[in-house]
């Protein structure tokens, strides 16, 4: 007990001197050298356990950045909300507020900013992870852009979290009324808490580091979430049905704080953009190469894998269609068009 006291204070140590040594770094940001470049530190924040999409783009970027700098600008990397103690949304408070220098935290999370960020959730938008990746740094990119700006952010790119599996430890889901009473973890939203509600589910908001051991406990049956994230949190230890429904799709979106950013000169800037996108198309690239193996990693493990086809997915769209119309008003027509939401 005692051995594990001390390595946890000698964990604490060492972050408090890397945030101490980084703020030292911010202060002599502006200091240029010889390449062009300014020699700075950035604090980078994100959700996601070592594995996940989210770090992963993360290390890639740093990987990069510090690359084509030829190390002048350096990034520290943060997974877990460490920083934040591993609550989502007081990560999301310390890139608004500086603490942090970038974030990458998935939709649902940096649409506490603004509620109009969760129309890229509605169900069944896209067709394919091609058409995502193309809206957001496209049209969709740039309506994140506008959004986040006024709350003093930066929109880097965004990295896929994926189509949405749903999982649980009761029963396959293969039709609307299988949902009813299931208590499912969400990340938050209040659309994602009317659209399991509509089936007669049980949405529980929850931060990821607190699922597998509250699907392990029994406190809830089951979560949605990408399959990359499902096998990043080892969630076919605890869950036996897995259902690829795909109903919605998520982003992590990468930002910077914009105070911070707009201290850098030109040519940081335009290599943190570019290293931030090329970090993204390749992590992309690799989740949908990805999948394959990861499902079949779930079918060796035992689960009981269940696929909605076209016939199947109408069932479930005609119960929330009037969550879809309701969304659709509150989300308004400048974010539904910027994501292509149809009637």
Not at 148 to 160: D, Q, R
Not at 164 to 171: E, G, L, M, Q
């Amino acid at each position: 007990m005692k051995r594990r006291k001390l390595i946890a204070v000698a964990l604490m140590l060492t972050l408090l001197c890397t945030i101490s040594l980084s703020g030292c770094a911010k202060q002599n940001s502006g200091e240029v050298a010889e390449n062009g470049y300014n020699q700075v530190t950035l604090l980078l924040n994100c959700n996601g356990t070592e594995i996940a999409n989210d770090t992963r783009m993360a290390l890639l970027f740093k990987k990069y950045v510090e690359e084509r700098s030829d190390g002048v600008v350096r990034i520290k990397v943060f997974p877990n909300d460490q920083l934040a103690s591993g609550n989502m949304n007081k990560g999301l408070e310390m890139i608004t507020s500086g603490t942090t220098d970038l974030d990458i935290h998935s939709t649902s999370i940096i649409s506490n900013l603004d509620n109009r960020l969760m129309v890229c959730t509605m169900p069944w938008l896209f067709q394919n992870y091609d058409q995502a990746e193309k809206t957001f740094f496209g049209d969709g990119g740039k309506f994140i852009q506008k959004v986040v700006s006024k709350k003093g952010l930066t929109y880097l790119g965004a990295v896929h979290n994926g189509f949405k599996a749903i999982t649980n430890s009761k029963r396959s889901i293969k039709k609307p009324e299988d949902l009813s009473g299931l208590k499912i973890r969400i990340p938050g939203g209040a659309f994602y808490t009317a659209f399991y509600k509509a089936f007669g589910a049980s949405p529980q908001a929850m931060s990821w580091s607190e699922v597998f051991t509250a699907l392990q406990q029994g406190t809830i049956d089951g979560q949605d979430n990408s399959l990359s994230t499902c096998n990043s949190g080892n969630i076919q230890e605890v869950q036996k049905y897995i259902t690829i429904a795909k109903y919605t799709y998520e982003a992590f979106t990468f930002t910077a704080n914009s105070e911070k950013f707009n201290s850098l000169n030109s040519k940081t800037q335009k290599l943190l953009k570019e290293c931030a996108k090329d970090a993204c198309h390749e992590v992309d690239q690799q989740i949908v190469e990805g999948e394959g193996d990861i499902l079949q990693k779930f079918k060796d493990s035992g689960c009981v894998i269940n696929e909605l086809f076209p016939a199947d997915i109408e069932e479930f769209r005609k119960v929330v269609e009037p969550v879809k119309q309701e969304y659709m008003k509150k989300y308004g027509e400048e974010a539904c068009k910027a994501f292509g939401v149809t009637k």
